[in-house]
Structure formats: C-alpha cells, structure tokens
C-alpha cells in the first residue's frame, strides 16, 4: 500500500507543473479544477498558492484514485522574484494546516519541477487555515496565511 501511495504522489508531483505553467492564476477556477487559493508577495518574492484535489488530478492523467488514500488535496506553491519574475526553487518550504475542528497537519515541501507541493487531507466542509513558512538562498525566513473554504 506504501508503494502504491509512493507511486501516486511521484505521479502528480510530475504532473503538477504541467498544469501550473499552463493555467490563468486569476483566483477563480480555472483548468483542470486547480484553484489559485491565494497570491501575496513577500519582502520581494511573489508566492502563488495552488489547490487541486487528488481525485481530479488523478482524473486528469486517466487513472483512478488508489484506494486507502487518506490525503484528498495537492497544495503546490510557486516563488518567483518579484521583481524579474524568476523561479525560485531551492530552500526549505513548510506548511502548517489548521482543520475546521482546530486540529493541525503539518508537511514539508518537496521541491517539484519548479514549485513546491505536498499532500494534505481536507475530508471536512469548512475553513482550513493555510501557514507558510519559507526559506529561501538568500537567508531570508518569509511567512504568510490565509483561509481556504472546502464546500
């Protein structure tokens, strides 16, 4: 089962990139049912949040959904300078969730292609509490949050 969940992940770690590069990151829903949950810049570097649930992720490359899979959402997170709109994509990325009912996950973001991403579980309706903390080459720590609704 550990395979099988390893497999899935590597797969929309690849996959990802594709549809980041290729979307509008305007805020609404937009293609392949990715959302950009949240943009900010940050003492010079502008953070772009993205939010696709598995299933239709899965969808998207033509397979099902592994059973036994416990995380229903793929957050990724692209940094660029603001200024010169380069990626940035070496440093430490973490991200604490809080849960509707005040409880926390927390994961560390492997760098993908380009971004940074890893999988969370979001199985209840209602606001889920997105911290980001990075560290970038230049020393730096930059943190940011914001509120993301599940219906």
Partial sequence: ???IITVTAAILALSSPIYTYAMDHSGHEIGHKTTAA???VINGVKATFNIQTMV???KAMGMDMPKGVKDTHHISVNLKDAKTGKALTEGDVSIKV???DKSFQNRDLKGMHGHFGADF???KSGNYGIMCKFL???GQTRQTKFWYAVK
């Fill in 1 to 3: 089962m550990k395979k």
């Fill in 38 to 40: 949240h943009e900010e």
């Fill in 56 to 58: 239709d992720a899965m």
């Fill in 98 to 100: 809080q849960n509707p």
């Fill in 121 to 123: 579980e979001f199985n």
């Fill in 136 to 138: 970038l080459k230049d």
